[in-house]
Each structure stands twice: as structure tokens, then as C-alpha cells.
């Protein structure tokens, strides 16, 4: 079946960097595009950005512009979001979501950062 | 960039009631506008796309509709699992911004 598997749980200080891994099985990665999407505790979803599974292109939110960078690798069917220069307010669940929207619209699971010295 | 508002942003009805949920773009975008169901603790799942397409088994007690850029998320008859949040999410072109989220509780 169409699954997306994210890497687990990390902690973070910050300042410093994280990246989140989000694997895909069931459909043919290069024919869909990924997006990534954050949600801080008790708080509503949050745009992140996009990378498309064919070429690579990538649109980011405003917000993160400079910040984030999303990558892909075809032959592992993964998609990669690194966040840096973390701040507590980075705490967050992070997801990854196929895209873009069909009859099946598959999200991970979701990964846990939490940024805290 | 385009925003999204939500209304009402939490709402408490009874078992079988009609709710309706409103999302506003503040500029046109077609019918390129989505609804999530988030339930407490789980990921969001995608109920309707394109406006007005229900995902494959979605209950047909959910539906949605458009008027401009005015978009209404409509469950008929309200059931107990349906307790969630409840967000949309235009996708015309990026940022997919989503709304601030609609909260639904069972009286």
C-alpha cells in the first residue's frame, strides 16, 4: 500500500540543524512531489514547503526561506527536510505529505523535534 | 501571499445536528481549495479535495461546496467520531496555505 515513513524523534539545542527523512513505498516517487508541513504544540498546521519527486524544484514558504532546505533521492525514494539555526519555537511536529492531492493522499506519521538547551 | 480565515473556530454541537464550517480565501482561487479532518493525537487525513470531491471512504456525511471564494465544509448529521479539528487548505499555486483550523465538539 501507498505508505510515506518518517525518521524518528530528535532533540535539538539551538542553534543547531535537523533533518527529517520521509520515505516513500506503494506508488512511483518521481510521478508525485513532496510537502512538508509543521505543527507546534497545540497550534495549528503550518506550510513549509515543496519539492517536486521529478526535477527537484522546490518552493519554499516565506517564512523559512533561508532556512530550510528540502531535498530529494530517487534511486532511495526519500525526501529530505533540513531546518537550521533551530529555535525553541521550532518545537514541532513535522510531517511529509504526498502531493499533489488525489483520491489517496497519503501523509508520515509525523517526527517530533524538540529544540531546548 | 493569499490568506486563508476559518469560521467558526470551534463549534459544540449535538449528536445528528447539521454543522457547517466556512473557509475564506482573500483572493480568488478557484476550486483548488482542500478540508482536513485531524482528530486528537492522529495525523491529518484528507476528506475532500477540489472543493467538492470526497476522498475515497469518506463518510457521505461530509461534503463541500463553493460559492466564489467562498468555500463550506457541511456534515449532515453530526456523529460522535467526527469530534476534530478541522482545517482547509488552498493549493492554486504555493504557499498551500492552510486555515487557522475549526474545532468541533459533541455536546
Known amino acids: 500500500q501507498i505508505q510515506l515513513v518518517q525518521s524518528g524523534t530528535e532533540l535539538k539545542k539551538p542553534g543547531a540543524s535537523v533533518k527529517v527523512s520521509c520515505t516513500a513505498s506503494?506508488?512511483?516517487?518521481?510521478?508525485?512531489?513532496i510537502i512538508w508541513v509543521r505543527q507546534a504544540p497545540g497550534q495549528g498546521l503550518e506550510w513549509m514547503g515543496w519539492?517536486?519527486?521529478?526535477?527537484?524544484?522546490?518552493k519554499t514558504a516565506q517564512k523559512f526561506q533561508g532556512r530550510v532546505t528540502m531535498t530529494k533521492d530517487t534511486s532511495a525514494s526519500t525526501a529530505d527536510m533540513e531546518l537550521r539555526s533551530l529555535r525553541s519555537d521550532d518545537t514541532a511536529v513535522y510531517y511529509c505529505a504526498r502531493w499533489p492531492l488525489d483520491d489517496s493522499a497519503p501523509w508520515g506519521q509525523g517526527t517530533l523535534v524538540t529544540v531546548s538547551s | 501571499d493569499i490568506q486563508m480565515t476559518q469560521s467558526p473556530s470551534s463549534l459544540s454541537a449535538s449528536v445528528g445536528d447539521r454543522v457547517t464550517i466556512t473557509c475564506r480565501a482573500s483572493?480568488?482561487?478557484?476550486?483548488?481549495l482542500a478540508w482536513y479532518q485531524q482528530k486528537p493525537g492522529e495525523v491529518p487525513k484528507l476528506l475532500i479535495y477540489a472543493a467538492s470531491t470526497l476522498q475515497s471512504g469518506v463518510p457521505s456525511r461530509f461534503s463541500g461546496s463553493r460559492s466564489g471564494a467562498h468555500f463550506t465544509l457541511t456534515i449532515s448529521s453530526l456523529q460522535p467520531e467526527d469530534v476534530a479539528t478541522y482545517y482547509c487548505q488552498k493549493y492554486n499555486s504555493p504557499p498551500f496555505t492552510f486555515g487557522p483550523g475549526t474545532k468541533v465538539d459533541v455536546k
Open positions: 519539492i517536486s519527486g521529478n526535477n527537484g524544484n522546490t
Open positions: 483572493q480568488g482561487i478557484s476550486n483548488y
Open positions: 506503494g506508488y512511483t516517487f518521481t510521478n508525485y512531489g
